[in-house]
């Protein structure tokens, strides 16, 4: 077996450094009322548009599918409830983002305030990479909502906590301002997807939230930590093994 070259040595050590340092990947900010998706929605009406059950959003490269859904989020199947979007520039920032219909024949909002009425849900999933953080906007006093996370691709979401008010108390939320949530992963965690459920407490007014923004940035090569390097490194050898036979011949 012949010895490896000092170049495709030092192009390992150069890979095997770059892994473990693991550089800084860029972040997408995904803020729903300033985005196009696709398909386009309906024309705004009220405060709103009407969209499809499922919707792509396209920021900084990166890729997440929106999914609206009469109950609960599920992971492992698309959404089957149109979703509404709220524009930013009429609503403002907390105002603004993805809420769920009650009726899919309906092409204006059937909330009067086009957000997630109990107990729809709206989920994103990163099909790209994977998920820090997420706002969740229009939480005013009196209002609630289950948050779930999605920790293995295409995988069932988990909730986090119990119900979540306008004080943001939970794992991982802080407020972020005047009826806004913000949650942030767990460093190290991978976040594929998450979910906002509305739900409405006793003795509280019927409530509805808004699924404001998420940010992404790009997923793992392959895995995390050491196997992940020991994998890649050996993708490296067998390229330039076959580069070496190839030169051979």
């Known amino acids: ?5 000092p170049v495709a040595a030092t192009a390992l050590a150069g890979l ?9 990947p860029a972040k997408a900010d995904f803020i729903f009322g300033q985005l196009t998706p696709t398909p386009a929605c309906g024309p705004v009406s009220g405060p709103g548009s009407v969209c499809a059950p499922n919707e792509t959003f396209t920021s900084g490269g990166q890729t997440v599918v929106a999914h609206g859904f009469p109950g609960a989020p599920d992971g492992t199947a698309p959404g089957t409830a149109n979703l509404t979007l709220k524009p930013f520039a009429l609503n403002g920032l907390s105002e603004s983002g993805l809420g769920v ?11 009067p305030d086009c957000e997630i ?12 990479g994977i998920i820090t953080d997420a706002l969740i906007g229009s939480v005013q006093a009196g209002e609630s909502f289950e948050f779930f996370v999605q920790t293995a691709l295409n995988g069932a979401f988990t909730q986090l906590g119990g119900v979540i008010t306008n004080t943001c108390i939970g794992p991982g939320f802080s407020v972020a301002g005047t009826d806004l949530c913000r949650w942030d992963a ?3 965690q991978t976040r594929f997807g998450v979910a906002v459920e509305a739900v409405s407490t006793a003795g509280a007014p019927l409530g509805d939230v808004l699924l404001t923004s998420v940010s992404t940035v790009p997923g ?4 995390a930590g050491l196997p992940g390097l020991v994998a890649a490194c050996g993708g490296l050898l067998l390229a330039l093994a076959r580069r070496r036979r190839k030169f051979v011949a």
């Open 101 to 111: 219909q009650s009726n899919n024949n309906s092409t204006t909002c059937t909330d």
């Open 117 to 128: 009425l109990p107990p729809q849900s709206v989920s994103v999933t990163a099909s790209t």
């Open 1 to 5: 077996m012949k010895s490896m070259t």
């Open 16 to 24: 095997a450094v770059s892994l473990a340092a693991g550089a800084s």
């Open 186 to 188: 767990p460093s190290g």
């Open 220 to 223: 793992p090569i392959v895995g």
